[in-house]
């Protein structure tokens, strides 16, 4: 039973921590990246559709971006989408294709873009703490209803802990490894 309330945690864990690194891939930095078009949805024949399930993004150099729709009628209305979402972006339709130059930040911006990281570490942080307090309160009712000795909950607490520290600290070493990339001229 201990075990089964381990694995549950430890599986919580990394997923707080590879939607951090979802979350943060959405952050810009100074090179290009299809992650930074994520969150933009397109009215698609009614329904809200992300860019990437109507269009191919690859990206040829460190700067730029390309968006080629699958339908060349969708060329302006991607156009207008990344205008109007605030990311800073300015698209040029060449053809069926679009061209996303990305601009280099400016000192002002890129701090800008580290508050957010480290606001989405604190955000996983605080869904390490959730799930570690489920943890417990499952621990704890386990040894109130005698279904495991109050030593082995005391330990299994301690484990908890540990596992609960080092997920803490994966957090705090993707975002600083995501203050790093964003300071990077």
């Known amino acids: 039973m201990i075990d089964e309330v381990m694995q549950e945690l430890q599986e919580n864990l990394e997923k707080s921590v590879a939607a951090l690194r979802r979350e943060l891939g959405k952050v810009r930095t100074g090179r290009a990246s299809p992650a930074i078009l994520d969150r933009i949805r397109i009215d698609y024949y009614g329904v809200p559709t992300p860019i990437a399930q109507m269009a191919t993004v690859s990206v040829p150099d460190a700067r730029l971006l390309v968006v080629k729709p699958w339908e060349k009628s969708q060329v302006s209305v991607i156009e207008r989408a990344i205008r109007e979402e605030d990311l800073g972006l300015n698209p040029r339709v060449d053809g069926d294709i679009?061209?996303?130059?990305?601009?280099?930040?400016?000192?002002e911006r890129r701090k800008?873009?580290?508050?957010?990281?480290?606001?989405?570490?604190?955000?996983a942080k605080v869904a390490i703490r959730k799930h570690?307090?489920?943890?417990?309160?499952?621990?704890?009712?386990?040894?109130?209803?005698?279904?495991?000795?109050?030593?082995?909950?005391?330990?299994?607490?301690?484990?908890?802990?540990?596992?609960?520290?080092?997920?803490?600290?994966?957090?705090?070493?993707?975002?600083?490894?995501?203050?790093?990339?964003?300071?990077?001229?």
């Open 98 to 107: 679009l061209r996303v130059p990305i601009p280099p930040l400016t000192e």
């Open 132 to 185: 570690r307090r489920d943890a417990i309160d499952l621990l704890t009712s386990l040894r109130d209803e005698g279904e495991v000795p109050e030593d082995d909950a005391d330990r299994a607490k301690k484990k908890l802990e540990d596992l609960v520290g080092d997920g803490v600290k994966k957090v705090d070493t993707v975002v600083a490894e995501k203050e790093k990339e964003v300071m990077e001229v």
């Open 112 to 123: 800008e873009m580290v508050k957010l990281a480290r606001r989405a570490g604190e955000d």
